[in-house]
């Protein structure tokens, strides 16, 4: 059994900063690449951010320069930096694994809620 889990999320003011994690646990070897999505109310869910096993890494324009997107391969954990967050930043933020056990399947996390309001 593996889980995705997400953390991190919550009110923070425009301009403000919030770091997202999203953790792999259970009966693993791995995980290879990862996507953070969000998805805001009335609207579809889009990718952020991607990076590879490798720390090759991707951005959806309107976060290049604020949102960084790292990993701890040793604690099979992504992360998700977001800086200088805007009232377009709130949405439901989900992460999105292709997790290696004896044989390799895209997991999804439950996602965490980021509000960006003064």
């Known amino acids: 059994q593996v889980q995705l889990v997400e953390s991190g999320g919550g009110l923070v003011q425009p301009g403000g900063s919030l770091r997202l994690s999203c953790a792999a646990s259970?009966?693993?070897?791995?995980?290879?690449?990862v996507g953070w999505y969000r998805q805001a109310p009335g609207k579809q869910r889009e990718l952020v951010a991607a990076?590879?096993?490798?720390?090759?890494?991707n951005y959806v324009d309107s976060v290049k320069g604020r949102f960084t997107i790292s990993r701890d391969n040793a604690k099979n954990t992504v992360y998700l930096q977001m800086n200088s967050l805007k009232p377009e930043d709130t949405a439901v933020y989900y992460c999105k694994a292709e997790v290696v056990t004896f044989s390799v399947y895209w997991y999804w996390g439950q996602g965490t809620q980021v509000t960006v309001s003064s």
């Open positions: 990076i590879t096993r490798g720390g090759s890494t």
């Open positions: 259970g009966s693993l070897f791995s995980i290879n690449d």
